[in-house]
């Protein structure tokens, strides 16, 4: 009997090509995964999309909120390395005038001025003249992230890559909208026009135009951010992706379970 597979990381199954042809199913993540595993040979019948799912009792809107200023907040969550694109989103900065950019991630708050990525965005900033608009969290717990995304105005990123989506579902998930690239996961993930924006790898400039538009109508940026987080409960639910996620593993085994079946009662 033919072995048969089922893979969760196309990104994993891309180092052993052979693997992942041979496979019965392979689930990627988002369909940038799934085309990339189509361009590698593995049969467009033997993929199938299973996104990352979010914990949506963690990350809700209902819950407290971090505290913050009476000017706009943009959030940016990352890892604080280098290409990041956070040089990009100190650019945007400067086009939206009187929004505040909080960065959370990276060292402990205490490490942050040995940084050096952070000390060059510290620097970047004051040649911008956006420094006095920029603050840095450092680490932050997990559970210390619902109550900072649900006290932003939208999370945003400038971030040429992204995997699985995480951080924009995470803000989603709890009633805040997301402005990114169109990028990997990020494009499945957000719904232009409805639970955020998107826009096209390199368009910075754009970027900035939409995130000044959308902080400009508050009754549209309250409708994105209900749009999101029913969307994320709706499709991301860790209940729904399970389900995805046993049925694709069903399907992979239901030939072998049937051919042991019809070996026993012959």
Known sequence: MASRWCRRSARSASRNGATARSADAVLASSSTEAADLISMGVPRTSVTVVPRGVDTAVFAPEGPAAKRGRHPQLLAVTTLEGHQGLDKLL???????GAELVVVGGPARAQLPKDEVHQGLTSLAGRLGVADRLSFTGKVAPDGLPALLRSADLLVSAAPYDACGAIPLAAMACGTPV????ADASADVVLDGTTGVLVPPGRTGLLARRVRDLLASPLR????GIAAADRARARYSWDRISRETLAAYEHCLGPAVAGLAGAGSS
Request: charged share 15%; aromatic share 6%; glycine share 0%.
């Open 179 to 182: 402005a990114t690239l169109a």
């Open 91 to 97: 650019h945007m900065l400067t086009r939206v005038p």
């Open 221 to 224: 940026l309250e409708a994105f």
